[in-house]
């Protein structure tokens, strides 16, 4: 059931103005995602921290942040996967200025 409501969200996102080219896909909160641990932390190429995501927000706070999809009510959270490399994935968080930060493979994300 869980998945059927993540799916009704994510295909009219895809649907409706996503440009998915030069992309290898999406990258979403995986079904082992522990709620306690409501963190996304995206890197700089040299692996400091450029920012981190709270699921529970304030996602104010993050204005070069633009993913794709995001609803916390259902913990949808889908960001556009440039490529991906043994440990991390290269994601898009900002569509505007092709501004792209690393997220560390984990049980967290898929």
Known sequence: MRNLIILLFLVPALSFGQDMSNSIGVVTLSEEYNNTDHR????????????????YGPWDDLPDLQILAFKPDYFVFKIKCQRETPTHYIVVVNEETGLTKKLKKSNKIR
Do not use: R, V
């Open 40 to 55: 996304i932390e995206f890197l700089n190429e040299d692996g400091s921290t450029w920012d981190t995501f709270n699921c």
